[in-house]
């Protein structure tokens, strides 16, 4: 398609009564060195022009009311570059206040030029060309924005591999911590909060990276429930306490005196509100102060974050929301971060209703973070548990379960794991090795990597479930988790997508439901 377009994006289709005056027309603009092609109908007029063409140049006797229709559907078609220049040769002046004239039609609706006849060569060449050179300027944009748009995709494709290839050792991490956690019984290691605590970072700085994307797109959906504000805030206070207590900063909050309801997406929300605190304490020197305040404002639900940190140079400002954007580093503090917090912030505030306004009153002053929500009714907020351990529900049953996974570490970790929780776990670590364990062992769970060795992911669950039917779980536990990543999976066969890094209780969880559902069935 592209390579027909700038094939025929100089030519201009010419559509007169009769074909001799199409044909002497298109010799005369030849004969000035101009691409032309003569037109018998509104059908090849629409065609050819959406295949490409510089200037439509039409005489007013052929367009009835059927072919004005027509062409008028096509150039509604037309996508937002395009502007497609129209020249037409009018009855003259003392026709154009006739209510059948369909050059004062087109004239107020679309780019087009009346040329009343008789028309001078010069004058039509002169007009032509104007209309060419405008059409040439649109080509120009139009190359600018799939220029843009494929650096878009390019730029979203690198992610998703970064993701991808960030998120396997993490998910190795997590599962080996969790190991340390069941060793270490009630007297854990002082390390092992250290490196959970760093993993969770981690995972938030991947999370980002794809957030970024997908919220800047805008291919992220919310998942909309009643919320309470102060709640909400405050599960994310505590979440950094102990990272603000390591680096001896003060991190206190003061809920709203009543209740603020939102209608939100409990999990963009705290993400929201984590970025903007980690934020705060990343740029408060040791020593310094995060003040969070909760309130209630007529109809909306504010929160107040107030650091005693760097500040903001007042010619910052402006842009401290735009995409990878950072207070100046120094040697002596090394800050971490990307420079995309500040921007899903921004985004994920817009995307429920809010906004987001920063304040300072300049360099080692402090800064000043105020969002704004849309409160709704009244409706009970459902009730949130945490869990600290995996818990498995007395009376569960043990299940026969294979992992394919080619990550020696996680693989091995999974595995453990899933053995000390009484399931019956075996492993393999590509995907025809997978294939012949499924057939063998026919276990009641497969949980899957899609990117393996021999045969990958999506191939193997369809043999899967090709070979043991619907009565196999298949799980896909990959580093894609891109919302395609997820619709390929379901389509491939698999029952369930978890993204790594995942803790085991994800997975206890998911056959407890499976247990119930087929209880009930």
């Not at 957030?211 to 950094?240: F, Y």
């Not at 909050?253 to 705060?280: H, K, W, Y």
């Not at 379901?490 to 803790?503: A, E, Y």
Request: net charge neutral.
């Amino acid at each position: 398609m592209i390579a027909t377009e700038r094939e025929h994006e100089d030519r201009v289709l010419v559509w007169a009564p009769t074909g001799r005056d199409g044909s002497l027309t298109c010799r005369f603009l030849e004969s000035a060195g101009l691409s032309s092609a003569a037109i018998e109908n509104a059908e090849s007029l629409c065609s050819e022009a959406e295949k490409g063409t510089g200037l439509l140049l039409l005489e007013e006797e052929v367009l009835s009311a059927g072919a004005l229709d027509k062409l008028e559907e096509m150039l509604s078609r037309q996508p937002a570059w395009s502007d497609l220049p129209i020249i037409v040769f009018t009855f003259g002046a003392a026709a154009v206040g006739r209510a059948t004239d369909p050059g004062p039609r087109l004239g107020e609706r679309w780019n087009a030029t009346l040329l009343d006849r008789p028309v001078r060569k010069i004058a039509l060449l002169t007009a032509v060309r104007a209309g060419l050179r405008a059409r040439r300027r649109q080509y120009e944009v139009r190359d600018l924005l799939r220029e843009s748009q494929k650096s878009v995709e390019q730029r979203d494709h690198f992610l998703a591999m970064l993701g991808h290839e960030l998120r396997n050792p993490l998910a190795a991490i997590v599962t080996a911590v969790e190991l340390v956690e069941r060793s270490s019984g009630s007297n854990p290691n002082p390390q092992h909060a250290v490196i959970q605590r760093q993993t969770r970072v981690l995972s938030r700085l991947v999370d980002d990276l794809l957030d970024v994307a997908r919220v800047t797109s805008g291919k992220i959906g919310l998942l909309r429930v009643p919320v309470d504000l102060s709640e909400v805030v405050g599960r994310c206070v505590q979440s950094l306490a102990a990272s603000a207590d390591c680096q001896s900063i003060d991190l206190l909050m003061v809920p709203s005196r009543e209740r603020i309801l939102l209608e939100g997406d409990t999990t963009r929300l705290e993400q929201l509100f984590t970025n903007l605190l980690t934020n705060a304490i990343k740029y408060t020197p040791a020593g310094g102060r995060v003040d969070v305040t909760v309130t209630a404002e007529d109809e909306i639900g504010c929160v107040r974050v107030r650091d005693t940190g760097v500040g903001i140079a007042p010619e910052a400002l402006p842009t401290i929301f735009d995409l990878f954007t950072q207070a100046p580093r120094t040697l002596d503090r090394s800050q971490g971060g990307l420079g995309i917090g500040l921007t899903l912030v921004r985004n994920l505030a817009s995307l429920h209703g809010g906004s987001v306004e920063a304040k300072s009153e300049g360099l080692g002053r402090g800064s000043e973070f105020l969002v704004k929500l849309p409160r709704t009714g009244s409706r009970d907020v459902p009730e949130r548990r945490t869990r600290s351990r995996v818990e498995v529900p007395a009376g569960a049953l043990p299940r026969r379960i294979l992992i394919v996974e080619d990550n020696a570490d996680l693989r091995e970790g999974l595995t453990e794991l899933l053995r000390g929780l009484n399931h019956e776990v075996w492993a393999a670590e590509e995907g025809l090795e997978g294939l012949r364990r499924a057939i063998e062992l026919q276990p009641e769970v497969v949980v899957l990597d899609i990117g393996l060795p021999g045969m990958d992911g999506y191939a193997l669950a369809r043999r899967i479930r090709e070979a043991l039917g619907s009565r196999t779980l298949l799980v896909a536990l990959t580093g894609y988790g891109q919302p395609e990543d997820r619709r390929r999976a379901l389509n491939s066969g698999f029952d369930v997508h978890l993204t790594k890094p995942v803790r085991s209780q994800a997975i206890v969880d998911l056959l407890q439901t499976r247990e119930r559902a087929s209880a009930r069935n």
